[in-house]
């Protein structure tokens, strides 16, 4: 290897290039949990304590205060990468959908499956703008769904001015709990719910776009540059 | 294009290679973390504001933590909020292991309190149990878990100051959160998650838990975390102040006592056990289970006095993965260190990355130090055409080599945001007719 540095050293170099351009993913500054209590502080503290625990969780959901950070797992610029991510086998029985439904009633929405069909409604989303390149595409939206109810076989969505208008299915991903598709973009602007159809393992489809557009606030989303937006109940940071 | 098939069929067998001697390795890991608060003076301060000071060892191996260093035995030392944490690194499961863990951890902390100095002080705040859960049977193992063993796992765990118990599905894990747990109450607590655990991992079929208590005990999300959390009074009444004696409501109606749980629990768990631990962790739960020793709730303030045998802490995969090391064709070293994932740069003819789960670490090495991997990553050294980007954690999946990485991060599964109370109830009821 002639005059190159020792392995450890550059080591070092990859890692320190890393922490500059991308720096870290600080995810893990928050408790899950109540702190303990002190001891010998069960009774009237302890009765506090819980009353203020139970508060602050009853707070949390009326309001909605900030949840942990999501950190994309988007692709960087790459030709190996498939433009939607790898199709994750839907389980039978559905599995629990992890992603935070939003905290607010006035987003949860009415099932639109007939009685005798698959029901189901969309527990919460988030849609998010990445200006990573995505194959041919410069940029692209990645869109969050988290699915309360039977388990369809794939969601197909339609967003004008994303994908070049093509649909994209989003799948289930396991690792998320969520059915996930990224949408390419070839620039800024104005793009627009299509449609969002659930494809169920006996063939039928529920139309689910007003749904969708209802939960979104309406069918429009806006792209900026370099403004990396997101929309819907994407966690803050 | 076959430049780039080329490549991608060395990755393969170097994969191949890798499995393969992972075969041989122990399958269910175990990760241990503490968290203490900091005083200084006897006041609370903000341990991000000093580890950095602390110089503990090497550092940005974890790219979704900046405050994480990575010791040489392969434990982490990082801030987890306001508190300091000390994490061992995940082990396998086999005799002796969680007397190893705690003597690890014990070790740890005495480590820190040197580095801390006099004036700083260490309290424990919280311990958080990993068991490795293949991701697919994460949401089922959550549910049975909380069912059917989160009442005697918080028996187990915490004593009569801690709050309740955290389950949360992580990528590749099931972590469980109580209280500070130190001595014969960490190693109690920590044989019996595991073998809950692979009980719960182990069911295939919904009607198998059936033997065992269904609890219906009022679960939480998790604060500001993906989770469920499981509250010391979820049960009805204070399950840290009636302790064997609290009445648990049971799914279906009726009601159980806690000791009963206990027993049934324990006796699933421990079949699941036979011949991955050793007699004595065995007999030392049998014995707390029993009455013969007792629980943590019924401890009074100072639990050390329960040592057992201390082992001096042998070295572990993450700690032999930070040496560099140096091949006939080629050196490598860490670039990236996690539970889900190890990165190595290779250097030879040319700078590629091998990628290893974090479960095949162990095989990895020993494959690499006997020499079985030189050949397909020399070959893969020797290929030229289309540079193959890492950049996506399902590429993680399997042991292969790359041309490049992308952002260290982005490689990494991710933590959901926290659960929603309809989400709770989801996930714990999603397995049905358990």
New interface residues.
Partial sequence: MGVTAPVERQAADVIAADVARYGHDDTRQRKGMPPPLPMGCLGLTGSVVLVTIIGLLVGFFIFGQPITPLATAGPSPTATLPPTPAPSPTPSPPPPPPLSPRPSPSASLTPSPSAAGPQGEIGAYCVRVEHSELGEFLSYLEWFLLWLGDSPEYFELIVRGANDGDPVTLEFDPGRGTWYGRLGLRGTGTKQIVSLVAHWPDGSTTDLTGEMIEAFGGDEIEVRYPQEDSYGDCPAG | MFALRRSAAASSAFGAAVAAAHRSQPSALVGVEHEFRVLDDGRPIDA?TLIHGLGPSQR??D?????AYRLPDGSVV????NEIEIAIPPVPVRPGFAAAAEARLAALRGDLEARLGGQRTLVG??THLSISVP??RL?HVV?AFVRHYAAAQMLLLDG?????L?V??R?GRLEL?G??ATDRALRTALVFAVGATLECLARTDVGEGSALPVLAPRV????????V?V?R?AFGGDL??SGRETALPLRGGGLTDAQTGLARTWAAARATLAGRVGGPELDEVDAVVAGRQPLPCEYG?DIRSTAGTRRRPTQTAYGLALA?R?RPDF??????LTWQLAV??V??QR?VFAAVPGSQLAGFLIALDAGELDASIASYLGQRG?P??M????QARVAGLWD?I?????L????????????VA??VN?A?AH
């Fill in positions: 991000r940005d191996l790219p979704s933590d900046p405050y990082t801030c987890d909020g705040y919280s991701d697919e949401a549910s009569a100051q801690g709050v309740g955290l949360r599905p990528p959160g209280a500070y939480e999300p998790a604060r500001d975390r993906f989770g959390y509250d009074t840290y102040v303030a560099a140096q050196a490598l070293a860490p670039v990236m190595f740069l250097a030879g700078r289309l193959r980007t950049s996506h954690p399902e490049r992308g952002a260290r991060r982005r990494l599964p991710l933590d959901p945001p926290p659960m929603a109370r309809g989400q989801s996930l999603a049905g």
